[in-house]
């Protein structure tokens, strides 16, 4: 029998060899078409992309007419490129450049020229276009923004390169291809089907009919339209709040995972990336380091996240059974964890979970924390539980939700510390910082909007996406999977309580919306700059999260203000907005609505902007001033999180 198996392979293979040859070569002559290049003419039939509503279904991004001037290098004859200039408002060097690049591509198929002309542009070219030979007109769609809202979730339409044409088949040169957003993540649902058709040429190089009377044709199929799970109204005043200040906004409805806001502060009016002049304006869309538009604040700006932690701090101290709702602690204003070491707060007195969490005692945390870590024989373990609690809230890692980009933040375990300390020697108190969301701890806001979602859900959470619904598809079942959290579901409703009280008698107290039950916490990022070796402070980043109603919740959220000030400054205030908006569709906190809005942080990031280009900040804690140097500083931001409101 083994004697038999290799001739019989060898047999089998070269069978199969035999009859797809014989298929290429005689049944299919898709192959013939391609090498007959030279006597046919390809045209494409670009579709429509798909239009994108919001959840309720408010058109946001439909499509536009749109003319690229198309060429192919080996048909052009006689052309008077003076004229042809002119009439396109193009320089002969451009011509020059992009016939060249045209003809690297292939001198007999035909490429883009000149794309994106509009309506009066294409008039203007189509009556003259005869003269022209080697050239022609070919309509094509573009995106129609019906919102100047919104860009960093949309995306934007680019040409393909060549990298792409070489690896995917289906593009050609010219091909339009989305980029960011949904329209990189839902390229193919979005794009469509081109058509395309076949012309037999005579030895002249004239059109004299359809090649095999339109035998391998296609029509074009129109992009499927798609829903996303973003509310309009709440994005849009989002980005309203957040003028003229740096930061991100994420809002999640809890119950389902779905994104209903993701804002990123500053951004653009997404129509700019359209037309002739895309290239020019994302160029300095690009190229702006100091205010970062391009840069999605809400997925990709990774931060520690201060006092908001606590709740997990919380949470594993009860699920570890190191704690229960009674332990108290008492605070003198701080806690002294080692010789020299001592954490402030701004606490006094005795603290339980509810006031621990309402007055954000870090007293009380870092106690909680210590507790934790001792339970158990080694740190190296305690701390690997630790770590693999906080990572069930989806934490340390990319949650998977449908946008392309993203980081993983980061939750620290034994690895990371046997790394810092590869002679060991360290221990709870070593690390104290991870008891109040500092230390290594790094999460994103979309990440914390997470964090509270799954707090709300009593400790369950829905992968956070974009999409609600796909015409003629369903959408991915990883976004319906529900994901369980390794506390138990009775530790929550004390820290939701704890959470409720911020509202009615910590530190959010000012900020409460008639009617509706808050559950928050506020939070505080230091950051400081180093210049020239020189570590300087500069404003706080102001950082809030909350969830509502506190009984059955429609909306989780998360807002981080950069150099904003204490959480209860700017970001706690947003986050009331942004729930009242939501929930009534409208704002009954006007005095709150207009201490936002017209607060403007232009003048302290103009102060950082100065510290990137080389200025030099004097270390005056409340009044510095600035002096212009002609040389080069060397600047390293470092963020730290010591406040505990």
Not at 102 to 108: E, I, Q
């Amino acid at each position: 029998m083994r004697k038999l198996l290799l001739p019989s392979m060898i047999i089998v293979a070269a069978l199969l060899l035999v009859i797809r040859i014989f298929y290429l070569q005689v049944i299919n002559d898709t192959f013939k078409l391609k090498s007959d290049n030279n006597a046919i003419k390809i045209k494409y039939d670009y579709p429509e992309r798909g239009y994108i509503y919001d959840r309720n279904g408010k058109l946001l991004v439909s499509n536009q007419a749109s003319y690229d001037i198309m060429v192919i290098p080996r048909e052009l004859k006689n052309i008077d490129t003076l004229e042809f200039c002119q009439l396109l408002n193009i320089t002969k060097e451009d011509y020059i450049k992009t016939i060249a690049k045209a003809k690297v591509y292939s001198p007999r198929l035909p490429s883009v020229f000149l794309p994106q002309l509009n309506k009066s542009e294409f008039a203007a070219f189509q009556e003259k276009i005869r003269k022209f030979e080697g050239f022609y007109v070919q309509k094509r769609s573009l995106r129609d923004y019906e919102v100047d809202f919104g860009a960093n979730v949309f995306g934007f339409i680019t040409q393909v390169n060549e990298k792409l044409i070489a690896k995917n088949p289906y593009y050609n040169s010219g091909d339009l291809i989305g980029q960011q957003g949904v329209e990189e993540s839902y390229e193919e649902v979005l794009r469509g089907i081109k058509g395309v058709k076949y012309f037999q040429k005579d030895k002249y190089n004239r059109v004299i009919g359809s090649y095999k009377e339109g035998k391998y044709d296609t029509i074009a199929v129109q992009g499927e339209d798609i829903n996303l799970t973003l509310d309009a109204e709440l994005q849009k005043y989002g980005q309203q709040l957040m003028i003229n200040k740096r930061g991100g906004i994420v809002a999640i409805e809890p119950k389902t995972g779905e994104i209903l806001a993701l804002v990123t502060a500053p951004s653009y009016d997404p129509s700019i990336l359209v037309g002739r002049q895309r290239s020019r304006n994302y160029t300095l869309l690009y190229y702006d380091s100091i205010a970062k538009p391009l840069y999605d604040r809400g997925l990709l700006a990774e931060y520690p996240p201060g006092s908001p932690f606590k709740i997990l701090t919380g949470l594993i101290g009860l699920q570890e059974g190191v704690v229960d709702q009674e332990t108290t602690f008492m605070c003198h204003h701080g806690f002294s964890y080692a010789r020299g070491r001592f954490m402030k707060c701004h606490g006094f007195g005795p603290h339980k979970l509810n006031n621990g969490i309402y007055n954000s005692c870090n007293t009380y945390f870092a106690n909680v924390y210590l507790k934790t870590i001792a339970k158990y024989v080694k740190p190296s373990y305690a701390v690997d539980v630790w770590s693999d609690h906080v990572k069930s809230f989806g934490l340390g890692d990319f949650l998977g939700y449908d946008l392309p980009t993203g980081k993983k933040g980061n939750i620290p375990d034994s690895n990371t510390y046997k790394k810092i300390y590869p002679n060991g020697g360290w221990r709870g108190t070593t690390i104290i910082s991870n008891a109040i969301g500092q230390g290594e701890v790094l999460m994103t806001p979309i990440q914390l909007a997470n964090m509270m979602a799954t707090v709300a859900n009593e400790g369950y959470y829905y992968t956070p996406h974009i999409i609600k619904k796909i015409k003629g598809t369903s959408i991915d079942k990883k976004f319906t999977e529900k994901h369980v959290t390794t506390i138990d579901k009775k530790h929550f409703k004390p820290m939701i309580s704890g959470l409720f009280d911020v509202y009615n008698l910590g530190t959010a107290s000012s900020l409460r919306v008639e009617g509706i039950d808050i559950a928050g916490k506020t939070g505080t990022a230091e950051n400081f700059a180093r210049i020239g070796g020189k570590k300087i402070q500069l404003k706080d980043h102001s950082i809030f999260v909350a969830f509502a109603p506190k009984d059955n919740p429609k909306i989780a959220i998360a807002i981080l203000v950069e150099n904003g000030g204490f959480g209860a400054t700017i970001a706690g205030p947003i986050a009331s907005l942004m729930i009242e908006k939501y929930l009534r569709k409208k704002i009954t906190r006007t005095d709150l609505e207009t201490r936002v809005l017209n607060i403007s942080l232009k003048d302290r990031y103009a102060i950082l902007g100065g510290m990137k280009e080389g200025i030099d900040i004097e270390s005056t804690p409340k009044d510095s001033t600035v002096k212009n140097k002609t040389q080069k500083t060397e600047i390293e931001i470092v963020i730290d999180s010591t406040k505990q409101n």
